[in-house]
């Protein structure tokens, strides 16, 4: 149980928040009276209360007239802090939380006397750091005879949240973060390391008990893996959804301005993965308090296309459903809510890093150079599992309930529907024809549902549907796979669109979403959506004017890179639900490396086999207690003691469910084309706003995200900066290129071409397509032998016997060798030296003296004084030899000069001395105690 409203043990604590609310407040007005007319206002507003909770609003100063509605449509109601200090006594937790300046502050106080009630009070007011520090103060004064306010000895960014088991409550703190990503100036990080700090005085465990069980299980949730989050970034919402929302209301009411503020500007807590651990802690998780800070649990990740000097940067998102979650065998098809299971969201956003922010001169989101495109993967929205009691790798499929109205499936295209817009094509990849009838008894099923669906929605609203058999096609000899899903990819992207911000004709919005499926929705959806997100890939680069044509080929260094996220991205998913790598991966539909990928492909697909076994129930019991699904309650059976988690997902049966209708089985609005063709007024960044502010600050809408960005207070190298080490295709580019740009001479048409990440560059691989005879240079190729070597599949045993009769080597092999056999032909031949003959009086007649001359001045620095850069492992290695020797003499120090240890002390300095241990006789002679009374 959570209180929230101001109670009678709080009311010291509140009375001294008022006294340094007056205070600051005045300050401020005096500051305020003594300014010109003439200079540039700001809204300050600062909230009383009094001992009922009620507030009032005072006004620091109150702005022209014409200048009021301006003012009050940018004012922007969150403070946002990321970085917190917590601070302890014997009956308060006191959590203070700061933005990147550092200076302003606010107070979180939670009651640690009742461990069954959770008691959190938000406090409205913002101090100063000598504010801060006052408080903290009369605080400590307070709490002497009591051991007084105690500060914890960790970094905190963030709460994930607030849980209770079977004793007393606990807090979730974010105590190691990492950037991953960079979106129009705001970072976003990944969680390294989390925190459970019991909140109850002297609460103790028995390693046995029922709580410790529980502790275990919601620690199976490894919120060191794949959980993201963003200060001042909704990474909860699509790029569409954040850039075309309006910024705040037009309006002159603060009441009709933050109801706009709070119902446009919401989190999609369908993606809220401690949604749970956050509701049980704050009464409102859409006030946009800067204490709330959502979790995304999913992928990230981002890399960098360079294009001739210009950097054009591709983020991946997945965002993965809450609803529904769990492991692979244990959560199949939908249940009765329309919510299906390995529900994932994949939005890919390509930048031109021209400018950084999100915004233009004159707009809001202003800026034309971000483009997004966002495709879906969920399981078959029909209710059906597997039974996984035979250990079979492969078990049967049963449909558990046959609807002929397809209620749940219903929702979920409904779902689809409000999230994205029409039209909704549907892209099936499961199996059609099987001996043992196990994936196609769903295509049958999944086929009906969609055609009943179909004849309630308007013509132009139908659900459009594609099976079609991937498995049986990648292993046919007559059909391209890749050609086929291609096809598919530029129908989608013709009939969706994809998003372009900005404000003006060329902006664009997405309608509708590609929905993609296969029985697991992993190795061959994965490759699917990958070949969609390509085809995207090459519409977003031809808008931001990257290349002439929406076409980009295999093998070139934006595709490659490309692949490499969506690999990764693949990857992910894949051990979130189904405990392995992906098994299939693009080079297993291009038939490439088949050799090399097939006991890659038998040990996934074994690991898959025994994590569903074994380790599912665990897994599955962990993400019930994490989001809530299970909460513990006296008198109720334990989470390990269930038989079954069904209840925990579909509706109770003792519930009245809603009857739906049949025909209608949508809602009108949901079909309803999303267009955001608001006032262009509401975007319109005012004058006042546009002046460069001094001191902005993070919550500022239009100049917040310099602070974060630009971080002034830190001294970073360029060399340390995410944006300098992140990922890019400079890696494929051939060694050659870096020679070029050496000689500092203007290249040829030809050598350009090459340094294009659009080129298409050989590949590594045992494909026959890619191999090219070695012959020397005059010696004409027989091009119809040539074809017929080509006709002969590689990794059969005619194309295994006709390479081994005429050997080939790949171009890319050719030129490692020719990189092998010159790479010391730049290094300056070392002097020899002739016997005794040679002077070293001189240390220039030493034989390495050039070579050690050269590496000294390789970073010129006589013009550069500060070029040279000591190496983070040089530093290690003079760290060691320095601390060493101090450890060494402490222990010398400390060592207590009688009996044994004295003896093998000074027997092990006598082998250090002489390279042998003392004789026995010798022995006896050091145990012989000395003379000297200092010894």
């Known amino acids: ?98 933005n990147q300046a550092r200076q302003k502050y606010r107070v979180l106080q939670i009651h640690r006397t009742n461990p069954k009630e959770l008691v959190v009070i938000e406090d409205d007011v913002l101090y100063s750091e000598h504010e801060k520090s006052r408080l903290l103060k009369m605080i400590e004064d307070g709490n002497l005879s009591v051991g007084g306010l105690q500060l914890s000895p960790m970094r905190i960014y963030g709460i994930v949240g607030f849980v209770r088991f079977t004793q007393g409550w606990y807090m979730i ?7 991953v990503a960079l979106l129009g100036g705001h970072y976003i990080y990944h969680i390294d390391e989390t925190r459970l700090v019991p909140i109850c005085l002297g609460a103790k465990i028995d390693k046995n008990s029922d709580e410790a069980r529980y502790v275990n299980t919601f620690q199976n949730i490894d919120l060191a893996k794949n959980f993201y989050f963003s200060y001042t970034y909704d990474i909860t919402n699509s790029l569409q959804n954040n850039l075309t929302q309006p910024p705040l209301a037009k309006s002159t009411t603060t009441e009709e301005r933050k109801e706009h503020s709070d119902a446009g500007l919401l989190h999609n807590d369908m993606f809220v993965w401690n949604h749970y651990l956050l509701s049980s802690g704050f009464k409102n998780l859409n006030s946009r308090s800067g204490w709330i800070l959502p979790l995304i649990y999913g992928f990230v990740d981002q890399a960098k296309i360079s294009v001739f000097g210009k950097s054009i940067v591709v983020t991946l998102i997945a965002r993965r459903s809450r609803h529904f979650a769990g492991a692979r065998f244990l959560k199949r098809g939908v249940n009765d809510k329309g919510y299906v299971a390995n529900d994932v969201e994949t939005e890919q956003i390509v930048t031109d890093m021209a400018t950084t922010s999100f915004h233009s001169t004159d707009y809001v989101y202003g800026n034309p150079r971000y483009t997004s495109y966002v495709q879906h993967r969920g399981s078959i929205p029909l209710i059906w599992s597997q039974d996984t009691t035979n250990m079979s790798p492969k078990p049967p499929i049963e449909l558990n309930v046959v609807d002929p109205f397809f209620s ?21 990849l499961i199996k059609q024809k099987e001996k043992t009838k196990r994936e196609s008894i769903l295509g049958k099923e999944f086929s009906e549902a969609i055609s009943y669906l179909n004849q309630f929605l308007p013509d132009d609203k139908k659900i459009k549907y594609i099976a079609w058999d991937m498995s049986r096609a990648s ?71 990257v290349i002439a044509s929406p076409k980009i080929d295999f093998d070139s260094d934006a595709v490659n890179i490309f692949t490499e996220m969506y690999h990764d991205h693949g990857d992910t998913i894949a051990l979130q639900y189904g405990g392995s790598h992906l098994v299939n991966t693009m080079e297993t539909y291009r038939k490439i490396n088949q ?58 049966p003792l519930e009245k469910a809603i009857r739906r209708d049949y025909r209608h089985w949508y809602e009108k609005e949901a079909l309803e084309t999303k267009m955001y063709e608001q006032d262009v007024s509401w975007f319109k960044i005012p004058k006042r706003s546009q002046v460069p502010a001094a001191n902005p600050d993070a919550s500022d809408l239009y100049q917040g995200y310099w602070v974060e960005y630009y971080n002034h207070r830190e001294l970073t190298s360029l ?80 194309g295994i016997t006709q390479r081994n009769l005429e050997p080939t080597i790949t171009n890319s092999e050719l030129k490692e060798y020719k990189r092998y056999t010159q790479q010391f032909k730049s290094i300056d031949k070392l002097s020899a030296a002739h016997g005794d003959k040679t002077d070293y009086t001189a240390i220039e007649n030493f034989p390495e003296f050039q070579q050690y001359q050269n590496y000294i001045h390789k970073n010129a620095l006589e013009e550069h004084p500060t070029a040279i850069k000591t190496t983070s492992i040089d530093q290690q290695v003079y760290n060691t030899y320095v601390d060493i ?36 006789q010798q022995s006896a002679t050091l145990s012989k105690p000395s003379n000297n009374t200092n010894e």
């Open 719 to 798: 060399d340390n900066l995410f944006t300098f080490n992140m990922n890019g295709t400079l890696k494929y580019r051939p060694l050659k290129i870096s020679a070029h740009s050496k000689e500092m001479r203007e290249l040829t048409k030809a050598e350009a071409l090459e340094m294009s990440p659009f080129t298409v560059r050989a590949i590594k691989s045992s494909s026959h397509a890619n191999i090219v005879p070695f012959k020397e240079k005059n010696q004409p190729v027989d091009e119809a032998k040539s074809d017929d070597n080509e006709k002969v599949p590689s990794w059969t045993i005619e």
């Open 173 to 179: 703190f974010i105590t190691k973060r990492r950037q």
């Open 595 to 652: 050799w090399t990928s097939h006991p890659r492909d038998m040990i996934e697909s074994i690991r898959r086999f025994y994590a569903n076994a074994f380790s599912d129930a665990d897994k599955q019991d962990a993400i019930n207690l994490f989001l809530g699904n299970f909460v513990t309650q006296d008198g109720q059976p334990m989470l390990w003691e269930l038989s079954s988690d069904y209840h925990l997902h579909n509706q109770h």
């Open 885 to 920: 020797p101090r450890r060494a003499a402490s222990v010398q120090v400390s060592r207590e000069w009688s009996g044994n240890m004295k003896r093998r002390y000074e027997g092990y300095d006598m082998y250090l001395r002489y390279g042998k241990y003392p004789t026995q």
């Open 1 to 98: 149980m959570s209180y929230f409203t101001m109670n009678q043990e709080a009311q010291i604590f509140t009375d001294n928040q008022e006294y340094l609310n007056d205070q600051y407040l005045n300050s401020q007005l005096e500051h305020h009276k003594k300014k010109d007319e003439n200079e540039q206002i700001t809204a300050n507003t600062k909230i009383h209360r009094n001992t009922v909770g009620d507030t009032h609003i005072t006004a620091a100063k109150t702005p022209p007239a014409a200048d009021k509605k301006e003012i009050l449509n940018w004012a922007h109601p969150r403070f946002i802090m990321s970085q917190f200090q917590l601070y302890e006594t014997k009956t308060r937790y006191y959590l203070v939380g700061t």
């Open 408 to 428: 749940a499936a219903a929702l979920h295209f409904e779902n689809l529907f409000k999230r994205y817009g029409t039209p909704c094509i549907v892209l099936n």
């Open 475 to 545: 292993k046919s000899h007559d059909q391209d796979v890749i050609g086929f899903l291609e096809k598919i990819a530029d129908d989608t992207m013709e009939t969706t669109g994809f998003f372009q911000s900005g404000i003006g004709p060329d902006a664009q919005e997405q309608h509708g979403v590609l929905r993609t499926n296969c029985i697991d929705c992993l190795d061959r959806t994965n490759a699917a959506q990958f070949l969609m997100g390509k085809c995207a890939l090459g519409h977003q680069l031809y808008v931001l004017g």
